[in-house]
């Protein structure tokens, strides 16, 4: 059982930067794949980015590629998301994911551990 918690969002101007926590209670393998993803109101949950647990297949959505770093912390058993270069359309509240099983994948139905998310808000 993984439970994880986001931490780290706000309201910022376009053109600045934020980073996003995710705090894992429970064990992370070298297999485990983390992910974020992000849903604006009204919208679909959409992948921005994600890895497994051992560094290894980082993938970035398209939107947020060249802007936005996903890294890890294994003494903290953390996930980190540096977000730069932020634009008003990258308002959304963004959910941390996990599975210890499968592909890295940007379907959100292929992660069964979430956090309950954070609210991040770019003013133009």
């Known amino acids: 059982q993984v439970q994880l918690i986001e931490s780290g969002g706000g309201l910022v101007q376009a053109g600045g930067s934020l980073r996003l926590s995710c705090a894992a209670s429970g064990r992370l393998f070298t297999d485990t794949i983390v992910s974020w993803f992000r849903q604006a109101p009204g919208k679909e949950r959409e992948f921005v980015a994600g890895?497994?647990?051992?560094?290894?297949?980082?993938v970035y959505g398209d939107s947020v590629k060249g802007r936005f770093t996903i890294a890890r912390d294994n003494t903290k058993n953390s996930a980190y998301l540096q977000m730069n270069s932020l634009k008003p359309e990258d308002t959304s509240v963004y959910y941390c994911?996990?599975?210890?099983?499968?592909?890295?994948?940007?379907?959100?139905?292929?992660?069964?551990?979430w956090g309950q998310g954070t609210q991040v808000t770019v003013s133009s």
């Open positions: 994911a996990a599975t210890n099983f499968g592909m890295l994948s940007r379907i959100p139905a292929a992660y069964n551990y």
């Open positions: 890895f497994r647990w051992s560094g290894a297949s980082t």
